[in-house]
T-cell receptor
């Protein structure tokens, strides 16, 4: 079965500190992983996808197949990073279907 | 370009009733998927439609159904409502390139069942 686990429901760090949001997945196939973010009063939106290997708003995420992880990292947190973050696994069964983790609420303290 | 639009935004129903939610995808998007979001279960996949055909379905009872029209607009229906159906129902569209995993979400329809 496909599963995405985000072990931290809440994460609080100070501005300027590094931040890491953890994500582990369980999937027998070749995974495609994403991070979605929801800022206050905004829609859920894509932050980044592992296949693009890009840095968005200073965030990066590396897929580690050995550890089945896709942790989201940023070296210096900013207050505007406060949001709900969801890790998602794309299950390509001829359709668009994402399996989401439970989400981590990140709070950046000034 | 207008985003994904969901109506109604809020609704209150009583147990046993049925409800229909509507979703208008981004122009040009042919795939529409639905998710249920609750505090306990998080975001759970309901189903996905592409070109008026249901391509995939999540693990929800048959009371949950949907359809897609030729203009890609989609509706989902929940019959015989139960208290546990109270949730935020999110619609997402994607395309025109399929299977990219990037979904564009609406603001959701918040259903309260009393």
């Amino acid at each position: 079965a496909q599963r995405v686990t985000q072990p931290e429901k809440l994460l609080s760090v100070f501005k300027g500190a590094p931040v890491e949001l953890k994500c582990n997945y369980s999937y027998s196939g070749s995974p495609e992983l994403f991070w979605y973010v929801q800022y206050s009063r905004q829609r859920l939106q894509l932050l980044l996808r592992h296949i693009s290997r890009e840095s968005i708003k200073g965030f990066t995420a590396d897929l580690n197949k050995g550890e089945t992880s896709f942790h989201l990292k940023k070296p210096f947190a900013q207050e505007e990073d406060s949001a709900m973050y969801y890790c998602a696994l794309s299950v390509i069964q001829g359709a668009q279907k994402l399996v989401f983790g439970q989400g981590t609420r990140l709070t950046i303290n000034p | 370009k207008a985003g994904v639009t969901q109506t109604p935004r809020y609704l209150i129903k009583t147990r046993g009733q049925q409800v229909t939610l509507s979703c208008s995808p981004i122009s040009g998007h042919r795939s529409v998927s639905w998710y249920q979001q609750t505090p306990g279960q998080g975001l759970q996949f309901l189903f996905e439609y592409f070109s008026e055909t249901q391509r995939n379905k999540g693990n929800f009872p048959g009371r949950f159904s949907g359809r897609q029209f030729s203009n890609s607009r989609s509706e989902m229906n929940v019959s015989t409502l139960e208290l546990g159906d109270s949730a935020l129902y999110l619609c997402a569209s994607s395309g025109p390139v399929t299977n990219t995993g990037e979904l564009f979400f609406g603001e959701g329809s918040r259903l309260t069942v009393l």
